[in-house]
């Protein structure tokens, strides 16, 4: 697929994301959009699981699927047109939410009129998906802390503070956090003990900001991945303030490690957050696709 023939474009878009930020200039967003398409078409959601039914609906017609709203948004639009086993348009995102993870990931703006311009110059990389037990991901794949951190996060407290929400939600959850059994095995690297978090990631934003691995690439067929022991107060401090590097806490209960699969076990079972969907339990193997999306990006050297 080559940009002359992306010409139709579905925008599939949930006009609640962000207390419905992205309707403010959404005149000006398809004007912009029909500025590089021959055909643009819009589809509203109205309530969860309806974005994945207009992915199964339009995707033999189009030649780009647009996810416009948060990350939920783009987690499940994406997942939906992973999941087609035939010919899969190319994928672009219009953040309007309020992280807007993976989307940042893409090198995209975080306006959405000049978001719709640089989808516009059709750009487009093949990028890599995780995948796990028949479930995909675009961004991470994480259980304990990260879960916790996720759930204790209040809608209203996100709406009204963002980014900050993950700090104040972080410091809440080192108070209540457990630690668990857990057994990771890859190629690269091996772990029995007990831990307090392990991260499986394909982007390098958590929260809208790049916590843990800022130079994540997500076209080398490798996911990044930490395993936390026992966290302190100093060190997701550190993490939050983006001071964390590859080496800089190795050997201190911290480990980093790149793999295209792991095998992980866990005792009890865990909850996992899968880009902030928490439906599915361990155990898991977690794989890395590489290459395996065509997406629209903002950043020509990407």
Same mark, same amino acid.
């Given at each position: 697929? *080559? #940009?002359s023939e992306l010409k139709r474009v579905s925008v599939i878009l949930n006009p609640k994301a962000g207390q419905g930020r992205l309707l403010n200039n959404w005149n000006e967003v398809i004007t912009e959009l029909k500025n590089g398409? *021959?055909?643009?078409?819009?589809?509203e959601t &109205?309530?969860? %699981?309806?974005? #994945?039914s207009f992915v199964e609906q339009l995707h033999s017609n189009s030649d780009v699927i647009l996810a416009a709203g948060g990350d939920g948004t783009v987690h499940e639009i994406a997942e939906a047109l992973l999941s087609i086993k035939e010919r899969k348009p190319a994928f672009g995102i219009l953040p309007g939410g309020t992280c807007n993870d993976f989307s940042r990931a893409l090198g995209m703006n975080q306006n959405p009129v000049k978001a719709a311009e640089q989808l516009s110059q059709k750009n487009i990389r093949h990028i890599d998906i995780g995948e796990f037990d028949g479930h995909f991901f675009t961004n991470f794949w994480g259980v304990g802390l990260i879960t916790h951190v996720s759930e204790s996060i209040d809608p209203d !407290?996100?709406?009204r503070f963002g980014r900050l929400s993950y700090y104040l939600s972080a410091a809440k959850s080192m108070q209540t956090w457990e630690p668990f059994e857990i057994s990771v095995q890859?190629?690269? +690297?091996? $772990?029995? %003990?007990k831990a307090a978090m +392990?991260? #499986?990631? *394909? %982007?390098? $934003? !958590?929260? %809208?900001?790049?916590? /843990? /691995?800022?130079? &994540?690439d997500i076209q080398d067929g490798k996911l990044d991945c930490l395993l936390i022991e026992e966290p302190s107060i100093s060190f997701i401090w550190n993490v939050l303030q983006n001071r964390l590097t590859d080496t800089s806490y190795e050997g201190q209960g911290y480990h980093y490690f790149q793999s295209s699969e792991i095998q992980i076990k866990t005792a009890p079972q865990q909850l996992i957050d899968c880009d902030g969907e928490r439906e599915q339990k361990t155990p898991s193997v977690v794989t890395c696709m590489k290459q395996y999306l065509s997406a629209l990006t903002g950043d020509v050297s990407f």
């Open positions: 697929m *080559n #940009a398409f *021959n055909d643009v078409q819009v589809y &109205t309530a969860p %699981g309806e974005g #994945a !407290t996100k709406e890859s190629e690269e +690297f091996q $772990f029995e %003990g +392990f991260l #499986a990631v *394909n %982007g390098p $934003f !958590t929260g %809208g900001i790049r916590p /843990f /691995f800022p130079d &994540t």
